[in-house]
C-alpha cells in the first residue's frame, strides 16, 4: 500500500512553528544588522574618516523610539510628518497599528531585540539555565515598562506643548541623534556597557527579561493589543490540561486558566495553538469565527508592516530631508550636543 503524504496541516507542529517565527525575526535581524553597518560606513564618510560615500540608510531611525514619539504628537497636534526622521515615525506607526489590529506581533514577529531574546532564552534552556520567577516577584517586575512608558508619555505626550515640541524636531540634537545612538554602542560608557551586560546574561536566565519586564515600546503594544480583534481561544471541554501551550509560550501566559487570552503579554507568535495536541482546543480567532488560518495572524503582521512602507516610499515619506553635508557638520560636533 502507497504510503500517504503529510498533510499540510503537519507543517503548523510546534517546531515548524518556532522555526517559522525564528526564519522571519532573523530576516528581519539580519537586516537591521547590515542597514547598522551602512550607517556605520555614513558616519565615517561623515566625519571624515572614509572617502568613500554610503547612502544613510533610512531604516536606522527604527531605532530611535524617543523622537518617532515626539514626530507623532507633532503629527496628531499640527498635521506635519517629521520629514527630519521620517522612517523611524513610518516605522513606530506600523508597530501601533499592527498593535491595535493584530496583537503584538510587532513583537512577536519582526522586534529584532526579540529575536536576540529567544537565542538568549534557547541558550540558557539548552544548558539548563532558566528560572521562572515566582508570581511574588514576577508581578513587580511586569509592571517597570507600564512605569516606564507612563514616564515617557507623561514626559511628551503630556507636558510638551507644541513649540517645544516644534523646538526640539528642529535642534542640531535631534537630527543628530541617530549618530548619538551609534556611539552609544560603539564607545559605551563604563554604566552603559555594564547595564548592556547585565541585561545579555540575565536573558539566559529569565527568558525574554528585557521584553518582559522592561520594553516601554512593548507595554505600548501590548495596551492597544487589548483592543485586537485577534485572541487565542480555548475550548474548556476538549482541554485535557497538558499545558503544552504553557510550556511553549515565551510571555510564560497561564493559558489553561483561561477561556480567552486577553492579555497585553501575548506576542501572537501562534507557538501555543501548534503545541496543543488536541485539533481545535486552541485557535487564532476573530468575532464570528472560532477558527482561523494559523499563518492569517503572522501573515497580516509581515504584510500590513510592508504595507507602511511602500506607502512611505511611494509618498516621500521615507527618506530625511536634511542634507548629508547637514548631518555631516552635525555628526563631527555630535559629542558636544547637548540635549535640548
Known sequence: MKESSPSFAAFFRPASTRKLRTTVQAGFAFFSLYAGYRFYLFYLWAIGERTTYTPRPPSV?????ISALVGLKRLVLSGQYDMIHPAGLTIF????????????GFCGW???VGFSSNLAEKAGRK???LWQPPVWLDLPLLSLKYLLLFFFLYLIAWQMTLPQIESFHRSPYNIGVDAKMLLFFLEPSGLAA????????ISFV??????????????????????SPFQVKRDRTTCIDCKKCEKTCPASIQITTKSVVRTGECIGCTECVAACPVDGCLSIALPGRR??????????????????????????HWHSEVPPEIMAKLYRIIGDLPHP
Open 93 to 104: 506607526l506600523a508597530a501601533l497599528v499592527i498593535g491595535l489590529l493584530l496583537r503584538k
Open 127 to 129: 544548558l539548563r539555565l
Open 194 to 201: 555594564g547595564i548592556m551586560l547585565f541585561l545579555l546574561l
Open 61 to 65: 531611525e527604527g531605532f530611535l523610539p
Open 110 to 112: 519582526i522586534c529584532p
Open 291 to 316: 477558527k482561523n488560518p494559523l499563518l492569517l495572524l503572522p501573515g497580516a503582521v509581515v504584510t500590513l508592516y510592508f504595507l507602511f512602507y511602500i506607502a512611505a516610499l511611494a509618498t516621500g
Open 206 to 227: 529569565i527568558r525574554n527579561f528585557w521584553c518582559r519586564y522592561l520594553c516601554p515600546y512593548g507595554a505600548l503594544l501590548g495596551l492597544l493589543a487589548l483592543a
